[in-house]
């Protein structure tokens, strides 16, 4: 109820804005919104989760140019470029890389363009407002849980995202920062495992093979996660402490595994929250240029709690999308 009275205050602020005047008669506020990968659930559900609310709460006064750059940076400036060329008002983009947008991203604001960065920001200025959750402390979080489930002395290996993404390289510094105070955890490996279910499976099916003792995981991906688990089990190898995300087949998992796990959450409703933003920013309102928010974690006597039988794997937790529509998008 909150998130829908939310979403009719921001609708009913666009509608007054476009009848002062601020734009021509008839027009809409034009967003350029950048999918900036759709290799993983979790970045389909982010997507389709700022689809329907756009297409719920603002069909009327907002007008959206999508565009797709499939994980790749080159395809990602070359998408932003033909955006500021469009003149869009707002731009939405999830960064593929910490630098190589800094000069796109500048040109958009030289010429007008509100800028947001959606769940990944950038080792320079050039944006309005950054809306995500304390990446270093979703990997800190994680770390210290699977430190103190390995009573401090352990073998283990870490899978990470994508690499050059700052959610990847924040969330392992924070867990690096961990595991460097206790001499007695050997991180065996570190490989990229791009949030992703095979992937995952396949690169912890080869560490399997690579080392006969590995006690715990720490994995910064729910999908990456499942993977680990099922390459355990084919291996026939004893299922260890692992972290992961938010996951609901990762849920179900250690749900019926009994096995311990901890769950840190991402939310996709931040998409809701660029679209908010978007408004505010069109209105000449200032908002907060870092909007971090707080990670929250599901631990294994949790799990009974969040874990929905009757939705498919591929859905994550922190979400605000109706359970019919998160059954469509994964059936």
Known sequence: MKKVLSMV???????????????AEGDKLKVGYDIYFLGNSW?????????????????????????????????QIAN??????????????????????????????DAGIKVILLAAGIDG??????????????????????????????????????SGLSTSEQRYAGAKGVFDQYPEIEVLAVEDANWDYAAGKTVTSDLLAAYPQIDGVWSQGGAMTLGAIEA???????????????????MKAWYNDKSEGIGCAKPTWLARVAIENAVKLAAGETVEKNQIYPVQTIVTEQIADYVKPELPDDVWCGTELPDEVLKEIFQ
């Open 232 to 250: 355990f089990k084919a291996a026939n190898r004893e299922l260890v402490p692992m972290t992961g995300e938010d996951n609901n087949g990762l």
């Open 43 to 75: 970045s389909v559900q982010l997507y389709q989760e700022f689809k329907y609310d756009v297409e719920t709460y603002y069909a009327d006064t907002i007008d959206v140019t999508y565009v797709e750059s499939e994980g790749d940076i080159s395809k």
């Open 80 to 109: 932003l470029e033909d955006l500021i060329a469009k003149e869009v008002d707002v731009i939405i983009t999830t960064p593929n890389d910490t630098t190589a947008l800094n000069s796109t991203l500048q040109d958009a604001m």
């Open 9 to 23: 205050l921001a609708a009913l602020l666009m509608v007054a804005l476009l009848t002062a005047g601020a734009w």
């Open 125 to 162: 200025d050039a944006y309005d407002t950054l809306i995500t959750v304390d990446e270093v402390e979703f990997g800190r979080v994680g770390a210290q849980w699977l430190v103190d489930q390995l009573g401090g002395s352990g073998k283990i290996i870490c899978l990470n995202g994508i």
